[in-house]
């Protein structure tokens, strides 16, 4: 469980070219949000890939946010295929999954509740970005 409360969690879920910058994804994240009228403030979490763990554009957003930044392995993600809303075959080629923002975000969200995509993958020149909402099982 991500946390031991009642409320519902957002996860936002991410995926990036090499050297992507906080502020790129940073801009991704508050413009998708302000298109579904959501805060900043209310993501609880972030998520993405094993193999951006050592990306420094995710890991100094995760600072600059103050929140816990998780990853996942391809196999972790690959559970979440069928809900995805976009599957690129670019991204399997170099992840070994179809869709690192809304896997990720999935993933994440499920650990916590019944997990769902409240925004789809949201795209940049150099990022992608999903919403998840987990709502705790009662």
């Not at 031991?4 to 998708?32: M, T, Y």
């Amino acid at each position: 469980m991500l946390f031991d409360n009642k409320q519902p969690i957002l996860v936002a879920g991410l995926g990036c070219q090499r050297g992507c910058s906080a502020a790129a994804l940073l801009e991704l994240i508050e413009h998708s949000l302000e298109a579904h009228d959501l805060r900043l403030q209310d993501i609880s979490v972030l998520a993405s890939i094993d193999l951006k763990s050592q990306e420094p554009g995710l890991l100094e957003l995760a600072i600059q946010l103050d929140l816990p930044l998780s990853f996942f392995n391809a196999e972790q993600l690959a559970t979440y295929e069928s809900q995805l809303s976009h599957r690129s075959q670019i991204a399997f080629e170099h992840t070994g999954c179809f869709g690192i923002a809304e896997s990720s975000a999935l993933a994440l969200a499920s650990q916590s509740g019944s997990a769902e995509l409240l925004i789809p993958r949201q795209k940049s020149s150099q990022a992608t970005f999903a919403l998840a909402i987990a709502r705790p099982i009662r």
